[in-house]
Structure formats: C-alpha cells, structure tokens
C-alpha cells in the first residue's frame, strides 16, 4: 500500500536566538519559528539545532568475497558522546566498552564536494584513510537512497556507498590526523557474522546497521 501524502508544512524563522560564541566544529542555532499549514501560521515557538561547515557524510561498506562468501571491513572507533552518557540519564546498564563501536568506514562531504561525482570523491578519500584501500571513484555504487541519522538535531544526511576491494593491496590507513582516529583496529568479517553481531547488539552504529543489512540484500 501506498504511503498517503505527506501534509504540506512550510517553516519560516521569525528570528534568530542563536548565541555568539568563538567558532567550533558545531555550532548552536537558536531560531524562532513560525509553522504554516495550508497558510495559516502557527504561534511562533523556539527550536534549538546544530550546524556545521561540511553537513552530510558518506558512508562506505568496501566488501570482498573469499569462496563465494562475502566479507566486509569494519573499523573500531571511540565516540565521545556516547563514552560520556550522563549515568542519570541511563535506562539500561552499560558496558565496559562504553562508546567503542565497530563501524563502516565514513566521513563528512567537504563544500567542495556536494555534488554526485563530488560524494564519490568524498568515499574514495575515507576509504583511504580509514582502511588503506586506493580506489578510483567512479568505482563506488551507490547503496540505498540517503538517511538521515538524527533529524532533531542536525540536518545531516548519510550518503551510502558499495565498494568491491582486493585485501591483498590494502596499505596502511593514512587518517586524517585526528587523536581519535589513532591505533584503531581494521577486521574483515564474513557478512553472515556480521549480520548476527548486528541482531546481538556487538554492533551498535546505526549507520552501520543500514548499510550492512542493504550490502546483505544486494
């Protein structure tokens, strides 16, 4: 069945609350809002978001198959707002490994990369850094229609990639310099593992788990 069309809503900011600050990664947005439905304007009400130079990312599962089994790369990560989750605000107890996640390879969509040959630049430089692979762009296919991850609170989009990948001429990631990215751990699994960590939660990023379960259908 057909999903009804969506209602026709139109936002227009009355004025922006957003707070002078020195510039960083993130930027706070504070905007009053006014919400048009057939027209008619809403009560004006206040939305907080966030805003960043490069918006959107890519995402890219580089994928090889050894006996007619498709294996996939993952890399580990550390995600600080996921290490840091106030104990107060936990519903469920959580583990040791609080904010280490086994995720694809991704990365942000430079300004001077938005455009469809663009974003496929964007995977091919992640790949490099992230997992050593030194692929053409016009390799990468894409994966599925783009999502967005956290909608609440920034505009972000994901852009999904497929890469097809020799393990014999992986080199040594290159990264992009950041603390964050240093000493992390590449493995390739089987897709069918892969997709039993994902159902006992070994897996946790959510991005990951959309790319992986549209590579297992591919």
Known sequence: M???????????EVEDMSPDAAPGFLRLRRQRL?????????????YDHVERRALDAVVV????RIGG???VYLRSAIRPPAALRPVAL?????THSLGMLWELPAGLVEPDECSPEGLSRCAARELEEELGFDVAPGRFEPLGPAT?????????RHHFFAVE???QRRGKPSEDGSVLEQDALVVSVKMAEALQHLDAGA?????TEIALRRLANW
Request: proline share 15%.
């Open 2 to 12: 057909a999903l009804p069309p969506l209602p026709r809503l139109e936002l227009e």
């Open 34 to 46: 006014r919400l048009r439905r057939d027209g008619e304007p809403s009560e004006p009400f206040v």
């Open 61 to 64: 599962a580089a994928h090889y």
């Open 69 to 71: 089994e498709r294996c």
């Open 90 to 94: 936990r519903p469920l107890e959580e």
């Open 148 to 156: 967005f991850p956290s909608c609440g609170v920034i505009g972000e």
């Open 165 to 167: 990948v020799d393990p």
């Open 203 to 207: 897996i946790e990023d959510g991005k």
